[in-house]
């Protein structure tokens, strides 16, 4: 109990966390169109073809629907009660409405009007009701189609809905799924079960998915244990991960590592001057990956993520420009000690980030990790092959891959190498469904594929090299294999004899 209490972990939530404040990353939604932006006061947002502010949001419920109202505000909707012994009239059938285009007494430029002089959404709709010769003819199903698709056109409404792995997969998906290798959200479900995240494990990562997959091991996991995430080139992309908005007790807890040492690792060469041999300039990337890099890739991923406002920026550059340009006499001490705070902050970034590599080593030369996961672009079979080496027996492991072809091959070189069992490679079918009164049934238009997944356990193949008894099990399990044949042998000289004497 002593240790228990002794050990740091994250705060507990905070009574106010289900409101909006400023700076909370967000999900803005729009029937099913999903938008991730942070919370900042004054900064134009652009989604669905409207701009607006979130100034209004702050101070408000998560799962809040806003109406946009003139001059980008955002105010509340007020819940309306519907009238439920109101009848409305409905024909029978669709049979004798003609789609000629003259049902509407309203033209484009009326409803442009109405527009202009401020009136919602919601009058506008009701009007176009008013004015539609063919709508009381039309069923009560074909009414409510009808109304559903003029409210989607004309009635500005925002849910603000705090982030999860569901919604934020569901967003990239269907949105820039190239950015997370074609990964399905189901499929992700799969793989933090057959993954076995849970808090309190030690966890491997190596995924190319904009951190979409270490995003939803950290959510699962609560900020207890430990992830080393293993990451390509300059440094590890997390603009999906930044959008979860985690607090910075969960970052504790994650430790990175550039894949190029992995074999230096295995080996026994791995150093801390081999860190420091690493050019300065790509070891400050690594390290301002999490915040600068982070930004410009999430400004770059989609309109989906976070978009920028160049508005409220470029004035305020060009005002400083203006300045440095009329009197650079009276900036150079300024500029200078910036320089010199530059660098300083540089080396001790540098420092920071060559002290977490070497944490994130020495975690991965106990090899003794709980679980390995694999969402990447590269090719599965190399990089589980040597990164299992760091997994404990007994320990789940998960690869994905858009296409199952690296999959079987995977397979095929694990089985000769040995030390994993119950390997298994899958493809989750997923099929949405309409689910309405007096018309459920599945939709049409259904996903093709989310990719495959090969997952299994690793085992200890040593004690099966040294143990002699196990050896002698496995010899007269394999005398009473050849056994079985024998005796089926014996009984074919009897049948025939016999069926000579019927003869």
């Keep these: 109990m002593e240790g228990s209490e002794e050990q740091p972990g994250p705060r507990p939530p905070h009574p106010g966390d289900h409101r909006i404040r400023d700076g909370d990353f967000v999900v803005l939604k729009r029937e099913d169109v999903f938008k991730a932006v942070q919370v900042q006061r004054r900064k134009k947002v652009t989604f669905e073809k409207q701009w607006f502010y979130l100034d209004n949001v702050i101070g408000h419920s998560y799962g809040t629907t806003f109406e946009v109202t003139s001059g980008g505000s955002l105010q509340p909707k007020k819940k309306k009660e519907e009238p439920t012994s109101e009848t409305k009239e409905a024909g029978t059938d669709n049979r004798n409405i003609i789609d000629d285009g003259k049902s509407q007494k309203l033209t484009q430029d009326d409803i442009k009007a109405l527009k202009d002089k401020g009136i919602k959404g919601e009058e506008i709709v009701q009007q176009l009701i ?14 409510d189609k009808y109304i559903k ?4 056109k004309y009635e500005a409404m925002i849910t603000v809905v705090k982030p ?6 569901v967003m990239y998906y269907a949105r820039e799924p190239g950015k997370i ?13 057959l993954g076995n995240i849970r808090a309190g494990n030690k966890m491997i990562v190596m995924e190319t998915c904009a951190g979409l997959v270490l995003g939803a091991m950290m959510e699962r996991m609560g900020g207890f244990g430990s992830i080393i995430q293993l990451y390509p080139g300059g440094g590890p992309v997390r603009a999906a991960t930044a959008c979860f908005g985690f607090p910075k007790s969960f970052l504790s807890g994650l430790y990175e590592f550039p894949l190029n040492q992995v074999d230096s690792l295995l080996n026994g060469t791995f150093s801390a001057e081999m860190l420091s041999s690493e050019p300065k300039d790509s070891a400050s990337v690594e390290e301002s990956n999490g915040t600068l890099e982070e930004k410009q890739t999430s400004e770059q991923e989609n309109d989906d993520s976070m978009p920028e406002a160049p508005e409220s920026n470029h004035p305020e550059e060009q005002e400083t420009m203006e300045i440095v340009s009329q009197d650079p006499d009276s900036k150079e001490p300024k500029e200078r000690g910036s320089k010199k705070d530059y660098i300083q902050e540089k ?18 030369s106990e090899r003794n990790a709980d679980g390995l996961i694999v969402a990447s672009r590269f090719h599965p079979t190399p990089l589980l092959l040597s990164l299992l080496d760091f997994v404990a027996p007994s320990r789940p492991f998960v690869v994905y891959c858009q296409y199952k072809e690296p999959l079987l091959e995977c397979y095929t070189k694990l089985r000769e190498r040995g030390g994993v069992i119950n390997l298994r490679l899958s493809e989750t079918w997923l099929r949405n469904y309409q689910v309405l009164p007096d018309r459920s049934h599945p939709k049409l238009l259904m996903s093709g594929g989310g990719g495959y997944l090969l997952s299994g356990f690793t085992v200890a193949m040593d004690n099966l090299k040294t143990d002699p008894s196990l050896k002698s099990s496995t010899s007269t399990l394999e005398s009473h294999k050849t056994e079985e044949p024998a005796a089926k042998k014996r009984k074919c000289p009897e049948s025939d004899s016999t069926f000579q004497k019927l003869l």
């Design 130 to 143: 008013e004015n539609s010769t063919t709508f009381r003819d039309k069923t009560e199903f074909a009414q």
């Design 149 to 152: 698709k003029k409210k989607k």
């Design 164 to 169: 999860s792995t569901r919604i934020l997969s």
């Design 181 to 193: 290798n074609h990964m399905r959200y189901d499929t992700l479900a799969q793989m933090l079960t």
């Design 347 to 364: 080396q001790r970034r540098q420092e920071e980030q060559k002290k977490r590599h070497l944490e994130a080593a020495a975690l991965l």
